[in-house]
């Protein structure tokens, strides 16, 4: 083109003759803002506008780099830009964001929430690096002044949203050379600018380089894009934006999601880590940004499968009509449900040819037209009052039965946005109207005309074969569109049914014979030999015309429908079935219970359903990834089916929750049998890749014994589940009515728990811990009681395990830590010593984040000095070695609180942690001190633990000493304290502190 001639040639004598390289620039400059007037002006786009900001953008770019070469001719001395400089250049980012910002919002008029939500972030990753390697470095390096330091932000963050606008109209507007131009300069801009930062806050840049290469790239760029035709698409409104996720967007998404952490982790590995805070917000927002995306995405997929459904419906109905009146009720009644709701719209379906489309539609078949109201024939834009812009979308059948023109239109008025989105929705509706049109309006011509010769040249270009066929079931006539469906057109002589495949014909031939009979066949599908021996699958409609002298047969219509089938019985199965593993989906297998416990009431057979939920599968995804746990669920998908019968139905309700149909069983037995074999076969490991996988399960058995409804059927196997969990992995319950009592119960005492916290119903009893050999009390147990106000005083086992279960352990483990160190701090002391308190900490409490702050500064509120507090902890604490545990355990022993390890022996418990971690106390389960008088066993073991206790520098605690004789032996083999109902029950408060009294009186007391 001339235009690139022109830039090429200035661009050559900018670099050969250095004097007058400030006015050749200009030049080059001034052609890219004087192309695009130029191309205003003859090509005239919808909006001209953002162009026309664009030239105003290159003038003052143009002007502003006059004014900076002049004023820097120096090439020795340092460069440097006035401030009246910088404001043009400022000026020239302002134009240049709203001329794109212009054209982008002309491309996607339609608001898109999911375009926007990807540039920004896109923008936000890319600003982070811009940040990172580009502004901050320069911003601080030493000597810049204020205005430099505006300078080093504000330029590489406008160059950077300039890129990010050009890139947004690269998604949203239609693809053409004019949209490439645009970023091709963009981009050229933004990597001379940057560089022209670096260089100008060096002092030394001046103009002539190799930098000025890509300003060159901007002037030719935007100039060329204004020069070719498809500048005008970038005003034009384009297609609706989706929300869906195509491959690029995800790419963009992924790759800006992974660049904050990646900028993290390169400035780890260089040194110490800046800005840490701002990092980690950004990747904050980032992940919320992502989320909203897939949001949204989710919900327009439902949007599209309702709407496929709905189309789907509407295609079958339109198969049955039988005349226009018909289709238009349909047409309009599917028209309405794909509207929003309660949004006003008017659906009008004009019949004729083309009378009703405007003439910007002419000759564009089955292509939408928007439109204003004053373009449509004064009739339909009467009809469409109060309505200033109609979607019009041509009558024309997909297949060409009406030879490429439109039979008709459909007109909706609606909104100006609603219409873009539903605009491809409402083509696939008109041509199925069409498609159903042209058939009636094919059929009403055939019964019409009664000419053979008339009908012969009808049907010769339609895609349907049309046959006449005898009371014999003989072919007299076929229309010629049966060669490219059968593969031959000479079919007169045949006989009918030897075109179908063998296992149908009989109930082919009973169609015809109820044809004859009723005179008008229903439509049905046939399985027919197509061409080259291939099967097709035909819809078949029927008009019995044998009274009809210029007919005198059966007229039967064959339309190949074989792809439109395969299309909805993969949309069936998709509808019905998990995608991942082939199973039932919970829609499909709620069906299935139902219709199975309907046949089961009626015939006394017993039906069963199994609710099957994996045990630790949110450990594998967390730790192994969920690709591993997609194979993992696949593998358990085949062995179920592999356990199950062919009749019986296995299905994936979501995520690791799994169930089973077991219908027509001789007996519950049965039923239960299935339930053993299920956990037995998905106790065995899976092998995924190089690991094997645990894939343990637990099962939930329901039968029809006690279930009148497939709900209720549904509702106690997830009890039986419930309970099968509770019991502890790999086991299976059967429902019983007693489960639901216990659930109804333990609701309600969940619900009385809830207000027990809130209302302080909780209390303490203390159970004194006394030295074996003396009797003194050195400390006190405190345990927690429930004053129910209906059930009286509960005691620990019959809450705490809820209260775990639920996360109410925490404020109730604070009321009672707060409650005994009040107490505490009461009890009578002797020479400035007193009794500790001993308080059980639940593992979950002390993973509660600052346990250490909150104990510290409730022993300061209470007054009571740390070491005469004891927390005694669960083994279970310690299984998993997490450092901040003990971590949290050496901080508490340094401030002077006793830790004890609480029924030592009874879990996880390993000899190695009394040496490993911070401890002072191990208190010796009842189980250990029940059978020490009568076994010799139990008695050297327990010697043992003593004196590894002694060897370690720890205390030792015997509990649930019931008699003089195991006192005595305690005492004997070395255990210094103990406590149980030999020397005191667990006490109130009151008569506790009466205890302590009366012990600083008891002669011979420790």
């Not at 390289?21 to 030049?27: E, L, M």
């Not at 001329?99 to 972030?121: C, F, I, K």
């Not at 696939?428 to 049109?437: D, I």
């Amino acid at each position: 083109m001339l235009f690139t001639a022109w830039m090429v040639l200035f661009g050559v004598l900018f670099y050969a003759i250095r004097p007058w390289q400030v006015a050749i620039w200009a030049v080059l400059g001034l052609s890219g803002a004087a192309a695009i007037e130029y191309g205003i002006r003859r090509h005239r786009p919808r909006e001209a506008l953002p162009w026309r900001l664009l030239a105003a953008a290159l003038v003052l770019f143009v002007v502003g780099d006059t004014f900076s070469a002049l004023l820097n001719s120096d090439r020795l001395a340092p460069y440097q830009v006035p401030f009246v400089v910088d404001m043009c250049y400022l000026a020239m980012f302002v134009l240049m964001s709203a001329g794109l910002m212009g054209l982008a919002r002309s491309g996607s008029p339609v608001r898109d929430r999911a375009g926007v939500l990807d540039a920004v972030t896109l923008l936000l990753a890319l600003g982070l690096l811009a940040w990172m390697f580009l502004v901050e470095p320069r911003f601080r390096t030493p000597g810049l002044t204020a205005l430099e330091q505006i300078a080093a932000v504000a330029y590489p963050l406008a160059d950077l949203l300039l890129l990010a606008m050009a890139l947004r109209i690269v998604i949203v507007a239609r693809w053409s050379a004019s949209v490439a131009l645009l970023a091709a300069g963009s981009a050229g801009m933004f990597v001379s600018d940057n560089l022209h930062l670096f260089a100008r806050l060096d002092g030394f840049w001046h103009i002539g380089g190799p930098l000025d290469i890509g300003w060159i790239l901007l002037y030719w760029g935007w100039g060329l894009a204004a020069l070719l035709p498809s500048m005008v698409w970038l005003s034009e409104p384009g297609p609706a934006p989706t929300a869906e996720l195509s491959s690029r967007r995800v790419v963009v998404l992924g790759l800006s999601s992974f660049i904050p952490p990646v900028v993290l982790l390169f400035q780890a590995l260089r040194g110490p880590v800046r800005n840490a805070e701002a990092i980690a917000l950004l990747c904050i927002a980032m992940f919320v940004l992502v989320l909203i995306r897939l949001i949204d995405a989710m919900r327009v997929h439902r949007h599209s499968l309702a709407r496929e459904r709905l189309l789907r419906e509407a295609g079958a109905e339109l198969v049955a009509a039988t005349d226009v009146a018909h289709v238009t009720d349909v047409v309009r009644e599917t028209a309405t449900g794909l509207m929003p709701p309660h949004c006003p719209h008017r659906v009008v379906l004009t019949v004729g040819e083309d009378e009703a489309a405007p003439a910007e539609a002419a000759g564009a078949p089955r292509a939408a037209v928007l439109a204003e109201n004053g373009d449509l024939r004064p009739v339909h834009s009467a009809e469409l009052a109060g309505f200033e812009s109609v979607l019009s979308c041509p009558l024309a059948p997909a297949n060409g039965t009406s030879g490429g023109r439109s039979i008709g239109t459909l007109l909706v008025g609606a909104d100006e946005n609603v219409l873009r989105t539903l605009q491809g929705a409402m083509e696939v509706l008109a041509v199925q109207a069409a498609l159903a049109l042209s058939r009636i309006m094919l059929n009403d011509e055939v019964n019409r005309r009664d000419s053979e010769a008339y009908f012969r040249a009808l049907v010769h270009n339609t895609a349907d074969v049309i046959m006449i066929v005898g009371n014999g079931d003989d072919i007299r006539y076929c229309s010629p569109s049966a060669a490219a469906m059968f593969g031959r057109e000479a079919l007169e002589g045949n006989h009918l049914l030897d075109l179908v495949v063998p296992e149908e014909r009989e109930r082919c031939a009973g169609y015809l014979l109820r044809a004859r009979q009723e005179r008008r066949g229903e439509t049905t599908d046939w399985t027919v030999w197509g061409f080259g021996d291939r099967r097709l699958q035909v819809e078949v409609s029927s008009r019995d015309l044998r009274e009809d002298p210029t007919v005198g047969g059966l007229v039967i219509t064959l339309r190949d429908v074989t792809q439109r089938r395969r299309l909805e019985r993969e949309l069936t199965h998709r509808a019905f079935h998990d995608s991942l593993t082939g199973l039932a989906n919970r829609a499909l297998f709620i069906d299935r219970v139902t219709l199975a416990v309907d046949r089961a009431r009626r015939n006394g057979a017993i039906t069963g359903v199994l609710f099957i939920d994996l045990d630790d599968f949110k450990d594998v995804n967390d730790t192994l990834g969920h690709p591993v746990g997609d194979e993992l669920l696949t593998a358990v998908a085949e062995r179920l089916k592999g356990v199950l019968r062919p009749h019986d139905t296995a299905a994936r309700l979501g995520g690791d929750e799994f169930a089973a149909l077991i219908e027509d069983a001789p007996g519950t037995g049965a039923i239960e049998a299935v339930a053993e074999k299920v956990i037995r076969v998905l106790s065995a490991p899976v092998p995924v890749g190089d690991q094997v996988v645990p894939a343990g399960a637990s099962v939930g058995v329901a039968t029809t014994r006690h279930a009148d409804d497939g709900d209720e059927l549904l509702r106690h196997a997830d009890l039986a589940l419930y309970s099968a969990k509770g019991e502890g992995k790999g086991q299976w319950r059967r429902y019983q009515p007693a489960l639901h009592e216990a659930l109804v119960e333990r609701l309600q005492l969940k619900a009385d728990l809830d207000r027990a916290i809130a209302e302080e119903e909780f209390s303490l009893r203390y159970q004194p811990v006394v030295g074996l050999t003396g009797g003194g009390t050195v400390g006190l147990e405190a345990l927690v009681r429930w004053e129910h106000p209906h059930r009286g005083t509960l005691g620990p086992g019959e809450f705490i395990g809820l209260a775990e279960e639920s996360g109410l352990i925490v404020p109730i483990g604070t009321q009672v830590v707060r409650q005994a160190l009040a107490m505490a701090a009461r009890w009578p002391t002797h020479a400035g010593l007193g009794p500790y308190v001993s308080i059980n900490i639940s593992a979950r409490q002390f993973r509660t984040p600052g346990v250490v702050v909150d104990l510290l500064r409730e022993l300061d509120t209470a007054g009571l000095p740390a070491n005469r507090l004891m927390l005694e902890i669960v083994e279970s604490l310690l299984l998993h070695e997490e450092e901040d545990v003990w971590t949290d355990l050496a901080d508490l022993r340094e401030a002077g609180v006793r830790v004890a390890i609480d029924d030592f022996g009874t879990g996880y418990s390993s000899l190695s942690y009394l040496r490993q971690m911070a401890l002072d106390v191990v208190k010796l389960d009842k189980s250990f001190v029940s059978e020490i008088a009568v076994s010799a066993q139990q008695r050297a073991l327990v010697e043992g633990i003593v004196r590894l206790a002694n060897t370690l520098g720890l205390e030792v605690i015997a509990e649930g000493i019931e008699t003089q004789e195991q006192r005595e032996i305690l005492a004997e083999i070395g255990c210094p304290y103990g406590q149980g109902y030999l020397f005191s029950k667990p006490l109130p408060a009151a008569e506790a502190l009466r205890w302590l009294v009366d012990d600083l009186d008891r002669p011979g007391a420790d």
